[in-house]
Structures are given as structure tokens and as C-alpha cells.
Nanobody, 124 residues
């Protein structure tokens, strides 16, 4: 059984920054790719960023490129999402997820374990 626990969400003004963390336990973290997704009220869960087990391959949705940075520390079994220049449209519940499949890290159906989510609210 894999457990993923997100933290770091909160309320921030537009232009501000937050750093999300996702702590993993239960299986060899370093062998699995990790992703961040988000879901705003009334919308589908969407891909935000993903990182391969080695950190060689990193992907972002276009709307966050240049503002968000995903990283991981395999020694700490943790993946991070640094979010800068936040906008009101970034408001959502943010989820981390893990997968052993590497075909398409932007596809949420490829992920088999999910965290409970952390709320990010950006005020204008």
C-alpha cells in the first residue's frame, strides 16, 4: 500500500508563491514517476506537472510553464511543486500521484496512487 500526503497549500495573494510537498511511503519511491494534478470547483482534474524517477524527464502544462517547478528528493521520499507568480486561476485542490507507467505522464489515468489533496487559493 502506498501513502501520499500533500502539504503546503494555503491562501496567497496574486503574485505570491507557495511550495507544495508530497511525502510518500509504502514502496520504493525512487522507482516511480510522480505527478501533480489540480481540480478546481466544477472542473475536471487536470495535469499540472510530472517528473520521472531520475528527474531527467519533466513535463508541465503550458499554463504553468515558467512559473511552477517540480522537483524530487529520493532520499527524503518527497516531491515538491514550487509555485511562483500565482494567479487566481491557479486556485484548486492540488493532488500528487505516483505511477510505475512511463508512457504518458500527463495522463491521469496512468497514475495508480493519489494523495488526499491540498487546497491552494489565490486571491486577486
Amino acid at each position: 500500500q502506498v501513502q501520499l500526503v500533500e502539504s503546503g497549500g494555503g491562501l496567497v495573494q496574486a503574485g505570491g508563491s507557495l511550495r507544495l510537498s508530497c511525502a510518500a511511503s509504502g514502496r520504493a519511491f525512487s522507482r516511480y514517476a510522480m505527478g501533480w494534478f489540480r481540480q478546481a470547483p466544477g472542473k475536471e482534474r487536470e495535469f499540472v506537472a510530472a517528473i520521472s524517477w531520475s528527474s531527467v524527464n519533466i513535463y508541465y502544462v503550458d499554463s504553468v510553464k515558467g512559473r511552477f517547478t517540480i522537483s524530487r528528493d529520493n532520499a527524503k521520499n518527497t516531491v515538491y511543486l514550487q509555485m511562483n507568480s500565482l494567479k487566481p486561476e491557479d486556485t484548486a485542490v492540488y493532488y500528487c500521484a505516483s505511477t510505475g507507467v512511463v508512457a504518458d505522464l500527463t495522463d491521469k489515468s496512468q497514475y495508480d496512487y493519489w494523495g488526499q489533496g491540498t487546497q491552494v487559493t489565490v486571491s486577486s
